[in-house]
C-alpha cells in the first residue's frame, strides 16, 4: 500500500507534489505545534519573570549595599577625624579633669550626626575600658537609652568584635522592645576607631550605630499584592537578619552558610530549598530561587518567588493558541491551494516551450510577466534559444568560411620539399659565385617558410617567435635597402613562456609596407613583449610613419570577426580573428593611430 501511495506520488505533477506536501507539513504537527507552543509559551513566562526577578534583584543588591555605604561613610568621617582619636586616648586613661568636658563633647558631637540622619536610632563611641558615650535619638536620653541598654550590654559584643577586625562589623538582628510596649528588631554597625597619625597605638575606641530592620527591608522590599512572594537579607552566618516575612526576622534556618562566600551560595540552593521546606517558608512547592551577595558576601540577599501566578491565566492563552492555529490551517489550505495553481500553469508554459526547443524551434519565445524564481527561469531560456538560434546561423556561416578557405588553400597549395630544395639548390649557386648575401637571405628564407608551414598554428616559445622575427625583418631589411630599423624590447622572463606561431608578423609587414613614407632613413618599429599578472602577455607593435585613416582604425578596434568581411587590412584583420579564436575574451586588441604613428597594443594568455 505504502508503496503504491509513493508510485503515485511520484508521477504528479510538480504543483501537486507541491500540494500535498504544504498539507502534509501544515495539519499532521498541528498538535505538535500546539504541545511545544505551551512549553515554549511556558517557559518564556518564567524565563521573562527569571530577568525581570534579576534585574529587580539587582536594583534591590544596589540599594542594600548603597544603603551600608552610605552607613560606612558616616562611620569612616568619624575613624578619619582625628579628634576622636585624641578625645578617646585621653578618656582610656581617666583624664579626670577634662574627662566631662571631653564626654559632653563627644555626646554633642554624636547628637549632630544624629541629626543629619535622623533614620540613626543610636549611636554610641566606646572606649576600650567598655564606657559608653551615646545619644538616642528614641529616648533622648544617655542613662535610659533604647538602643544601648545598660541592662543588656550584648552590644558590646559587636564592640569586641571591632577591637579585632579593621572592616565594619554587622551584628545579628535583635529584638527590643520600647517603653510604650512597641517592639523593634534592631541591627548594629561597628568600627574600631584608632589614630591615624599614630599607627602603632592601635585600636583607642569603637563607633556603633544602630539601625531599625525596617529602613533596610524598604531598600530590597516589593509590594506584593498577594504576599507569597517572600524575600529575606541573610548574614554570613546564615542568620535572617531582615525579611519581608516579619516571622523570619532573626532566626536561623541557613546555618550551613556559616563559612559564606558567593561559590558557596550559588552551589547550595537544593539546601536552601530543603531550609525553606523544612520551616514551611513557601505553601506551594512550585517556586523558584534567587540570590544576589551583598558587601563582597557580608550578606546573602534571598528572594522566593511563587511560580502559580504566572501560569494562573495560561489555560486562556492555550485556547487562543488552538483557534489560531485553526484559523491558520484554514487559510493555509486555501492559499496552497491557490498558489498550487499558478505553480501549475507557470511549469506548464515553461515546459511546453521547453518542448518546442527540443524539437528545433529555436524562435521560441516564453510570454510572461513573473518576477520571481519562474520568471528569472523563463528569461535565461529566451535568452538561451536566441544565443543558440544566434549560434546555429554563426556555425553555418563558419562552415561555408571553411569550406572556401580550403578551396583557397588548394588552389595555392605548393609542395614544401620542391621549394625547399629549389631554394637549397639555388643557394648553392650562389655560394659557388661567392654571392654569400644572397646565400643568406635564402637561407632565412628557407628557415621562415619551414616555420611557418610546420604546425601553423601550433604553439611556440616566445624565443622561437623572436627569432622567427628576426629573420624576417632581415629579409625585409634587405629587400628595402635598410631604409628602416626595428627595435625588439623582450622581458627575459618570458622568452620560455608559450603562445600562438605566427601572431604578430603580419603587424609588422603592415607597419614596413603601409606605415612608412618612404626612404627617410628615420623609419623606426619597435616592438615589445612584457608579462602582466600571471596569465597575460602583453605586446606593443608602434612605428613612427604616417599613421592610418581615422575612420579604419575605428573599424578595427569595433570589427566583428565572427561575421565581417577580410576586405581590406587583411593582415590586422587576421591578426584580430585568430586572437579571438584563440583566446576568447581573454585577448585584446586595440590600434592608436595619428599622423606621428601607429601603436598596436594586444593581449594574449600565455602558457608555461
Same mark, same amino acid.
Given at each position: 500500500?505504502?508503496?503504491?501511495?509513493?508510485?503515485?506520488?511520484?508521477?504528479?505533477?510538480?504543483?501537486?507534489?507541491?500540494?500535498?506536501?504544504?498539507?502534509?507539513?501544515?495539519?499532521?504537527?498541528?498538535?505538535?505545534?500546539?504541545?511545544?507552543?505551551?512549553?515554549?509559551?511556558?517557559?518564556?513566562?518564567?524565563?521573562?519573570?527569571?530577568?525581570?526577578?534579576?534585574?529587580?534583584?539587582?536594583?534591590?543588591?544596589?540599594?542594600?549595599?548603597?544603603?551600608?555605604?552610605?552607613?560606612?561613610?558616616?562611620?569612616?568621617? %568619624?575613624?578619619?577625624e582625628?579628634?576622636y582619636?585624641?578625645?578617646?586616648?585621653?578618656?582610656?586613661?581617666?583624664?579626670?579633669?577634662?574627662?566631662?568636658?571631653?564626654?559632653?563633647?563627644?555626646?554633642?558631637?554624636?547628637?549632630?550626626?544624629?541629626?543629619?540622619?535622623?533614620?540613626?536610632?543610636? %549611636?554610641?563611641?566606646?572606649?576600650?575600658?567598655?564606657?559608653?558615650?551615646?545619644y538616642?535619638?528614641?529616648?533622648?536620653?544617655?542613662?535610659?537609652?533604647?538602643?544601648?541598654?545598660?541592662?543588656?550590654?550584648?552590644?558590646?559584643?559587636?564592640?569586641?568584635?571591632?577591637?579585632?577586625?579593621?572592616?565594619?562589623?554587622?551584628?545579628?538582628?535583635?529584638?527590643?522592645?520600647?517603653?510604650?510596649?512597641?517592639?523593634?528588631?534592631?541591627?548594629?554597625?561597628g568600627?574600631?576607631?584608632?589614630?591615624?597619625?599614630?599607627?602603632?597605638?592601635?585600636?583607642?575606641?569603637?563607633?556603633?550605630?544602630?539601625?531599625? =530592620?525596617?529602613?533596610?527591608?524598604e531598600?530590597?522590599?516589593q509590594?506584593?499584592?498577594?504576599?507569597?512572594?517572600?524575600?529575606?537579607?541573610?548574614?554570613?552566618?546564615?542568620?535572617?537578619?531582615?525579611?519581608?516575612?516579619?516571622?523570619?526576622?532573626?532566626?536561623?534556618?541557613?546555618?550551613?552558610?556559616?563559612?559564606?562566600?558567593?561559590?558557596?551560595?550559588?552551589?547550595?540552593?537544593?539546601?536552601?530549598?530543603?531550609?525553606? =521546606?523544612?520551616?514551611?517558608?513557601?505553601?506551594?512547592?512550585?517556586?523558584?530561587?534567587?540570590?544576589?551577595?551583598?558587601?563582597?558576601?557580608?550578606?546573602?540577599?534571598?528572594?522566593?518567588?511563587?511560580?502559580r501566578?504566572?501560569?494562573?491565566?495560561?489555560?486562556?492563552?492555550?485556547?487562543?493558541?488552538?483557534?489560531?492555529?485553526?484559523?491558520?490551517?484554514?487559510?493555509?489550505?486555501l492559499?496552497?491551494?491557490?498558489?498550487?495553481?499558478?505553480?501549475?500553469?507557470?511549469? =506548464?508554459?515553461?515546459?511546453?516551450?521547453?518542448?518546442?526547443?527540443?524539437?528545433g524551434?529555436?524562435?521560441?519565445?516564453?510570454?510572461?510577466?513573473?518576477?520571481?524564481?519562474?520568471?528569472?527561469?523563463?528569461?535565461?531560456?529566451?535568452?538561451m534559444?536566441?544565443?543558440?538560434?544566434?549560434?546555429?546561423?554563426?556555425?553555418?556561416?563558419?562552415?561555408?568560411?571553411?569550406?572556401?578557405?580550403?578551396?583557397?588553400?588548394?588552389?595555392?597549395?605548393?609542395?614544401?620539399?620542391?621549394?625547399?630544395?629549389?631554394?637549397?639548390?639555388?643557394?648553392?649557386?650562389?655560394?659557388?659565385?661567392?654571392?654569400?648575401?644572397?646565400?643568406?637571405?635564402?637561407?632565412?628564407?628557407?628557415? %621562415?617558410?619551414?616555420?611557418?608551414?610546420?604546425?601553423?598554428?601550433?604553439?611556440?616559445?616566445?624565443?622561437?617567435?623572436? =627569432?622567427?622575427?628576426?629573420?624576417?625583418?632581415?629579409?625585409?631589411?634587405?629587400?628595402?635597402?635598410?631604409?628602416?630599423?626595428?627595435?625588439?624590447?623582450?622581458?627575459?622572463?618570458?622568452?620560455?613562456?608559450?603562445?600562438?606561431?605566427?601572431?604578430?608578423?603580419?603587424?609588422?609587414?603592415?607597419?614596413?609596407?603601409?606605415?612608412?613614407?618612404?626612404?627617410?632613413?628615420?623609419?623606426?618599429?619597435?616592438?615589445? %613583449?612584457?608579462?602582466?599578472?600571471?596569465?597575460?602577455?602583453?605586446?606593443?607593435?608602434?612605428?613612427?610613419?604616417?599613421?592610418?585613416?581615422?575612420?579604419?582604425?575605428?573599424?578595427?578596434?569595433?570589427?566583428?570577426?565572427?561575421?565581417?568581411?577580410?576586405?581590406?587590412s587583411?593582415?590586422?584583420?587576421?591578426?584580430?580573428?585568430?586572437?579571438?579564436?584563440?583566446?576568447?575574451?581573454?585577448?585584446?586588441f586595440?590600434?592608436?593611430?595619428?599622423?606621428?604613428?601607429?601603436?598596436?597594443?594586444?593581449?594574449?594568455?600565455?602558457?608555461?
Amino acid at each position: 500500500m505504502i508503496k503504491y501511495l509513493v508510485n503515485r506520488y511520484r508521477g504528479c505533477g510538480i504543483a501537486k507534489k507541491t500540494l500535498i506536501i504544504l498539507l502534509f507539513v501544515s495539519i499532521i504537527p498541528v498538535m505538535a505545534i500546539e504541545i511545544l507552543t505551551c512549553i515554549i509559551a511556558a517557559n518564556t513566562l518564567k524565563k521573562q519573570t527569571g530577568i525581570l526577578v534579576e534585574s529587580n534583584m539587582k536594583l534591590s543588591q544596589k540599594g542594600l549595599e548603597d544603603f551600608f555605604s552610605e552607613y560606612d561613610s558616616i562611620i569612616m568621617s %568619624i575613624y578619619t577625624e582625628n579628634e576622636y582619636a585624641l578625645k578617646l586616648e585621653k578618656l582610656n586613661v581617666w583624664d579626670s579633669r577634662n574627662y566631662y568636658l571631653l564626654k559632653k563633647q563627644l555626646e554633642d558631637d554624636l547628637e549632630n550626626i544624629s541629626y543629619l540622619h535622623p533614620e540613626i536610632l543610636g %549611636i554610641a563611641v566606646v572606649t576600650l575600658k567598655k564606657e559608653c558615650i551615646l545619644y538616642d535619638s528614641i529616648t533622648n536620653n544617655a542613662m535610659d537609652s533604647f538602643c544601648f541598654p545598660e541592662k543588656d550590654r550584648s552590644w558590646l559584643d559587636v564592640t569586641d568584635e571591632t577591637f579585632h577586625n579593621t572592616q565594619t562589623v554587622y551584628s545579628h538582628v535583635v529584638n527590643r522592645e520600647q517603653a510604650n510596649g512597641t517592639k523593634r528588631n534592631i541591627v548594629y554597625l561597628g568600627h574600631r576607631i584608632a589614630d591615624i597619625n599614630n599607627y602603632r597605638q592601635g585600636t583607642v575606641g569603637s563607633i556603633l550605630i544602630c539601625l531599625d =530592620e525596617t529602613n533596610i527591608r524598604e531598600t530590597y522590599s516589593q509590594e506584593d499584592d498577594n504576599g507569597i512572594n517572600v524575600s529575606f537579607l541573610c548574614d554570613a552566618n546564615g542568620n535572617i537578619v531582615s525579611s519581608t516575612r516579619i516571622d523570619l526576622i532573626g532566626t536561623g534556618i541557613f546555618d550551613e552558610w556559616a563559612d559564606g562566600g558567593e561559590k558557596r551560595f550559588s552551589k547550595t540552593e537544593s539546601k536552601i530549598r530543603q531550609a525553606v =521546606e523544612a520551616h514551611q517558608i513557601m505553601n506551594t512547592g512550585f517556586y523558584s530561587i534567587y540570590t544576589k551577595p551583598v558587601l563582597k558576601n557580608q550578606f546573602v540577599l534571598v528572594s522566593l518567588r511563587d511560580n502559580r501566578e504566572l501560569l494562573k491565566d495560561f489555560k486562556y492563552i492555550f485556547e487562543v493558541i488552538i483557534l489560531l492555529t485553526i484559523l491558520i490551517i484554514i487559510t493555509s489550505i486555501l492559499i496552497m491551494i491557490r498558489f498550487a495553481g499558478s505553480l501549475q500553469v507557470r511549469v =506548464e508554459k515553461i515546459t511546453s516551450a521547453m518542448d518546442r526547443a527540443y524539437k528545433g524551434d529555436y524562435t521560441v519565445q516564453i510570454e510572461h510577466t513573473w518576477q520571481d524564481e519562474f520568471g528569472k527561469i523563463a528569461r535565461h531560456f529566451n535568452h538561451m534559444v536566441q544565443k543558440i538560434d544566434q549560434s546555429g546561423k554563426i556555425e553555418k556561416e563558419a562552415l561555408l568560411r571553411e569550406k572556401n578557405a580550403e578551396l583557397k588553400a588548394l588552389e595555392a597549395q605548393i609542395n614544401p620539399h620542391f621549394l625547399y630544395n629549389t631554394l637549397d639548390a639555388i643557394n648553392w649557386i650562389a655560394i659557388e659565385n661567392e654571392q654569400f648575401l644572397i646565400s643568406r637571405m635564402l637561407k632565412n628564407l628557407g628557415n %621562415i617558410l619551414r616555420y611557418s608551414v610546420h604546425k601553423s598554428n601550433g604553439v611556440v616559445s616566445v624565443r622561437s617567435e623572436i =627569432e622567427y622575427l628576426k629573420q624576417y625583418i632581415f629579409l625585409q631589411q634587405q629587400r628595402f635597402s635598410f631604409s628602416f630599423h626595428c627595435i625588439m624590447d623582450v622581458e627575459e622572463e618570458v622568452l620560455d613562456l608559450k603562445m600562438h606561431k605566427l601572431l604578430f608578423q603580419p603587424l609588422i609587414e603592415n607597419a614596413i609596407i603601409h606605415g612608412f613614407p618612404g626612404n627617410t632613413g628615420q623609419d623606426m618599429i619597435t616592438v615589445s %613583449i612584457k608579462r602582466k599578472g600571471d596569465r597575460h602577455l602583453v605586446i606593443f607593435v608602434e612605428d613612427n610613419g604616417k599613421g592610418m585613416e581615422e575612420e579604419l582604425v575605428r573599424e578595427l578596434n569595433h570589427y566583428d570577426y565572427l561575421s565581417g568581411a577580410m576586405e581590406g587590412s587583411i593582415g590586422a584583420r587576421n591578426v584580430i580573428m585568430r586572437i579571438k579564436y584563440y583566446y576568447g575574451e581573454d585577448g585584446y586588441f586595440f590600434i592608436e593611430s595619428n599622423d606621428r604613428g601607429t601603436r598596436i597594443t594586444a593581449e594574449i594568455l600565455f602558457e608555461e
